[in-house]
């Protein structure tokens, strides 16, 4: 598969947590290429699933997100500036002056305006309040097209930086499904070990809760969560970020499953399959938080790889770490190294 | 005439780098004399139907606010500078462009990371940095040499009822005005100064200025407008869909109370919408050009524009014609003092 082409295809839908179905119709209709009885369900939550022909195999389910950050329409005011509020954490000094589309019964453009230094007292980062929408039309005309509730995103794009760096909107966490896609197609025709599920899940960003519902319906033995973590810049501590290029980040934690962790790190050593250890000592703040503990339980780990100015759009992902990532979850999926 | 704003904005061009936009314009006017002058200004003599008694210059910029490469660290990301006042705030989570055509990126550790302190803090410049995925100090220096320019990779729309979004909209909508009279065939002869390095201190329109050595000037701009929610009364410094708008005063300049008025009796007269600035703030190559050698008669007409200095200039179409029609009104009217 060609990773850098399905990223930009994702990146490109909207999919902000609630209203994910634009991105998730795409989702869908990747998946379709590897997986039988695809489905979008009332949530937005895409799934999927490959069997492996063996009696009793346990099934491994393979999650990542559907939804990003954005933005929601609270209020119209008199002028036709929209009030806005976050959905899931979204870096909100990022926004001012930002080009956006707010996706009302059609998209409409715009720009985030904020009170200008001279007009504001101090030279403080704006909070949400202190942002509103400047779509040049009357409270009137806005009404006509915009709804309370409506998305609202910035208009970013596709970058290609040096090597295989890109930077795009929602790669939190478009390249995790990328990752589980390419380990698919790594699959395709290969033995597995497990019968696989597919959940593209929503409203992570929200809390996790796409993930809680799929995975009760799926009751899986196992699960592997791929999630974006942090990445190294200038700015940040190298105790908690894990620099680009530096392969897939295999999840520790008192809520993951220490034998999977365990295996997992054998596995990328014994494929030379560049990884790092990332140690999260409370909760992963991952759907696998949810889906351990959906139905009867699963065992679960987090395959993440890093990247930088989460929950900005211009989130930027090494191509190399997603590849990565991929054939870790395909050698523990499939075992393709001793077929 | 929206296409060719389009056009001029998507040029590259912060002082002391305008020569993608200078050589646009000079490609595109026909004026009887026009020559480049040490700085890099770009001087137009048009001949109109008749001959004022005073001499006249039109004045507008061709810079724009943009960024220099100050240096690259050893993992390959790039320290950088403003080059014009640009609020940091409005540089995070953004693309930029480098003067390789190479891409990179401005943005911070990741929110979730940010102390409580970090997160109510917009960065200095100090501290941000341009990533563009170098690996390490020597290849980001041979995209990004210190010294090279960066620019907001910025799209260009039109929005709303007429309204226009786009970086460099300060001041290339000026530019596009004197290109327009200029190539309109003007009433009187007159001198047209399209300047660099407004941005950094009006550095071009001193030296333009004693070059032409006009009697009357003529600066078209674009100006703070602030009418956004949340603002009132007269820090709306003024509004999109008023009109052209005649300063009386700003940071730079005290206007010529004869132009001024002469600039809203003229406006009136002709039913062309126009405003005055309720704050006084801003400043513009007015402040340049009116103390040049023994002074120089001068006012301003300005196009509002709301977020000036970021990627997402907007301005009101209507606004931009209005500011237009009294330019070339305003040539008439000089030219009979």
């Known amino acids: 598969m060609d990773i850098k082409a399905a990223l930009k295809a994702l990146t490109e839908e909207t999919g902000v947590s609630g209203d994910e179905f634009s991105a998730s119709r795409k989702v869908a209709e990747l998946l379709t290429q590897y997986a039988d009885g695809v489905s979008v369900d009332d949530f937005g939550n895409v799934t999927g699933f490959i069997k492996c022909g063996r009696p009793n195999a346990k099934t491994l389910l393979l999650d990542a997100h559907i939804d990003s950050v954005g933005l929601i329409v ?3 005011d008199e002028k036709g500036f929209l009030s806005v509020g976050t959905c899931g954490s979204p870096d909100i000094k990022t926004y001012l002056a930002q080009s956006v589309t707010v996706h009302g019964k059609r998209a409409v453009q715009g720009v985030v305006s904020a009170l200008p230094p001279h007009v504001s007292k101090d030279n403080k980062a704006p909070e949400i309040g202190d942002i509103s929408i400047d779509v040049g039309i009357t409270k009137e005309q806005a009404e006509e097209v915009i709804s309370l509730g409506d998305r609202v995103t910035v208009n970013s794009r596709f ?9 795009a909107p929602a790669v939190d966490d478009r390249s995790g499904v990328c990752a589980i896609l390419e380990a698919l197609d790594i699959l395709k025709g290969k033995s597995l070990r497990y019968d696989l599920a597919v959940c593209f899940s929503a409203q992570e960003e929200t809390g996790s809760r796409g993930a809680k519902q799929a995975a009760f319906r799926i009751q899986a033995d196992e699960a592997i969560a791929v999630d974006v973590s942090f990445g190294r810049t200038p700015d940040s501590d190298p105790k908690e970020t894990a620099m680009l290029g530096s392969g897939v980040m295999i999840g ?6 220490k034998g999977m962790s365990n295996a997992l790190r054998e596995l990328a050593k014994r494929c030379n399959i560049p990884f790092t250890s990332e140690v999260m000592p409370d909760l992963t703040s991952t759907n696998t938080d949810e889906i351990a503990v959906a139905g009867k339980g699963a065992k679960c780990c987090t ?37 | 005439m929206l296409e060719r704003l389009k056009e001029l904005c998507l040029l590259n061009g912060a002082s002391g780098d305008e020569a993608r936009v200078r050589e646009f314009i000079r490609m595109n006017i026909r004026a009887d004399k026009v020559f480049k002058d040490n700085l890099g200004n770009l001087i137009a003599f048009k001949k109109g139907r008749k001959s004022p008694k005073h001499k006249i210059m039109f004045a507008a910029h061709m810079d724009e606010v943009g960024f220099m490469i100050t240096d690259a660290d050893e993992d390959g990301f790039l320290s950088f500078g403003a080059v014009g006042g640009i609020n940091p705030a409005v540089t995070l989570g953004r693309g930029v462009t480098l003067e390789s055509g190479a891409s ?13 302190d970090e997160r109510k803090k917009i960065p200095d410049f100090g501290d941000l940095y341009i990533d563009i995925g170098a690996a390490f100090r020597e290849e980001a220096e041979q995209l990004a040499p210190r010294g090279s320019y960066a620019y907001f990779d910025a799209d260009f729309f039109e929005f709303g009822d007429g309204f226009v979004k786009g970086k460099a909209i300060d001041d290339r909508a000026g530019c596009l005005v004197m290109m327009d009279l200029i190539n309109d065939g003007p009433e009187y002869d007159a001198w047209y100064a399209f300047t660099v390095q407004e941005e950094v201190g009006t550095r071009g329109a001193k030296a333009a200025a004693f070059t032409v050595a006009p009697d009357i000037a003529v600066v078209l701009e674009t100006t703070t407008a602030c009418d956004v929610a949340g603002v009132s009364g007269a820090r709306r410094v003024c509004e999109l869909g008023k009109g052209a708008v005649v300063s009386f005063m700003d940071r730079s300049t005290v206007y010529d109370r004869g132009l001024y008025s002469l600039a809203f009796e003229t406006a009136k007269a002709n039913g062309i919408p126009v405003q005055t600035k309720t704050l006084v703030a801003g400043g513009n190559d007015s402040g340049a050009i009116h103390v040049s050698a023994g002074g120089v008669r001068t006012c301003a007409i300005s196009v509002p524009c709301r977020y000036l200095h970021s990627p997402s200039c907007v301005i009101k179409m209507s606004d931009f014609e209005a500011v237009k029609a009294l330019a070339e009104l305003m040539l008439s009217a000089v030219g009979e003092l």
């Open chain 1, 303 to 339: 395959l993440s790889f890093p990247i930088r100015y989460m929950h900005t759009s211009v989130e930027t992902v090494d191509l190399n770490d997603i590849s990565a990532t991929a054939r870790l979850i395909a050698e523990y999926a499939g075992g393709v190294a001793n077929a």
């Open chain 1, 252 to 257: 520790f934690s008192p809520c993951l499953d």
């Open chain 1, 159 to 167: 970058r290609e930086l040096c090597g295989s760096l890109i930077s």
């Open chain 1, 74 to 76: 609270t209020y119209i």
């Open chain 2, 104 to 116: 990179g990126v401005i943005g911070t550790k990741a929110i979730h990371q940010q102390s409580s």
